[in-house]
């Protein structure tokens, strides 16, 4: 399989760009293409952060000096999916949501270049296997997609809320 001569930080890398897209074309959408947008960005990055919560991150926690970059990145997440939980119950094109993407879309490039900067870099020099650290991640992002465990995509921080399931 072609895949898995890709490095973990070739698909995280990939995932970025993907969800750049996303909200630049959420930005210059019509209102009436903004719901189905959101929806796919409220998915990428459920999915995104969850490969990274389970896969990715605790390879780095175990280096002292990596660990509060790592904290700091899981607390990103832990905003990000709060925004997720709240823009999934808001209509795409109502003013509120507008802003609030927009308030999303800057926080995810502020991690993104954090993490393209920083943490991939360490993952790069951590020893690890990157090219089957790819491939499950891979695997995970497909077992996610499928619905399996849905129950954790679905599921954000502690205000007990759930975000609807993205299509």
């Known amino acids: 399989m072609r895949s898995s001569r890709k490095s973990v930080i070739d698909v995280l890398k990939q995932d970025h760009k993907k969800v750049k897209k996303l909200f630049a074309t959420f930005e210059q959408s019509k209102n009436s293409e903004k719901q189905k947008l959101l929806t796919e960005i409220i998915e990428e990055l459920m999915i995104h952060s969850t490969v990274e919560k389970e896969l990715v991150y605790p390879l780095l926690e175990e280096e002292e000096e990596e660990q509060g970059m790592v904290a700091e990145a899981l607390e990103e997440h832990h905003v990000v999916e709060f925004l997720l939980s709240e823009l999934s119950e808001m209509e795409a094109d109502d003013e509120a949501a507008i802003t609030k993407v927009k308030v999303l879309s800057e926080l995810v490039q502020h991690h993104i270049e954090e993490e393209e900067s920083e943490i991939l870099p360490m993952l790069k020099d951590s020893g ?38 993205a299509s």
């Open 128 to 165: 690890e296997d990157l090219n089957g650290l790819a491939q499950q991640v891979l695997e995970r992002k497909e077992q996610l997609r499928a619905g399996e465990q849905t129950e954790e995509i679905l599921s954000v921080g502690t205000n007990g809320r759930r975000h609807r399931k």
